[in-house]
């Protein structure tokens, strides 16, 4: 018989870490070496345990999923790693890639597409949730917010009028508006809320 999948989990919630182990119990080809919390203890724990496939979520305490991703691929190219998260937005899932992830699926979709992933990965293939593509696909080409942009969205997202957004960034009232107003564009957004929560949606913004 071949050797099984080694996996590592990391989540912060014990549930979903519990879960994913009921789920693959019933592979006969894979096992479960190792939990982490959290991105840090995920680098410590493939560093012990090299597992085959890790599963990483995005959100979590110390360090984030996208961190942790990039600093186990900086020490062990060859990592195999599945982005496992609540969050469907097509900019987190284009970070997550370009940290190296090879899948990225949803939470929602635990079962059989998560044992099909485990194995995609460690046979050295990507794989990734259909809702995830079409949302890429859908926004592929999509200018992206500028770095100042990015700032005055993410001001008014914390409730700061245009005044408030100009004293912390130093700029005139006109700019912040004009700011707005190539942020709704972009985002093809009808006002400020919508704007926010779109960003927050894709995972321009984090919730």
């Known amino acids: 018989m071949n050797s099984p999948i080694r996996v590592l989990t990391v989540d912060d919630h014990p ?3 519990d879960g994913i182990a009921f789920i693959m119990q019933k592979a006969p080809d894979m096992e479960l070496v190792a939990e982490a919390t959290n991105g840090a203890e995920a680098v410590t724990a493939y560093r012990k345990y090299r597992p085959d496939v890790t599963l990483m979520d995005l959100q979590m ?3 984030n999923g996208i961190e942790a991703i990039q600093a186990i691929r900086e020490e062990f190219p060859k990592a195999r790693i599945v982005v496992l998260t609540t969050y469907s937005g097509d900019v987190h899932a284009t970070r997550a890639l370009q940290a190296g992830a090879m899948g990225f699926i949803l939470k929602s979709m635990l079962g059989t597409e998560l044992i099909d992933t485990i194995r995609a990965a460690h046979q050295g293939r990507k794989r990734i949730s259909d809702e995830i593509a079409h949302g890429m696909a859908e926004h592929l080409g999509s200018e992206s917010l500028s770095t100042r942009e990015l700032q005055v969205l993410q001001a008014v997202a ?3 009028s245009n005044k408030i957004v100009a004293d912390r960034l130093s700029i005139s009232e006109d700019t912040v508006k004009g700011h707005m107003k190539n942020v709704l564009a ?3 957004a009808n006002d400020r809320t919508h704007a926010v929560l779109i960003a927050l949606k894709r995972g321009i913004l984090e919730a």
């Open 15 to 17: 549930l979903m870490r």
């Open 61 to 63: 305490p110390v360090m």
């Open 158 to 160: 914390s409730g700061c």
């Open 186 to 188: 972009k985002l093809q």
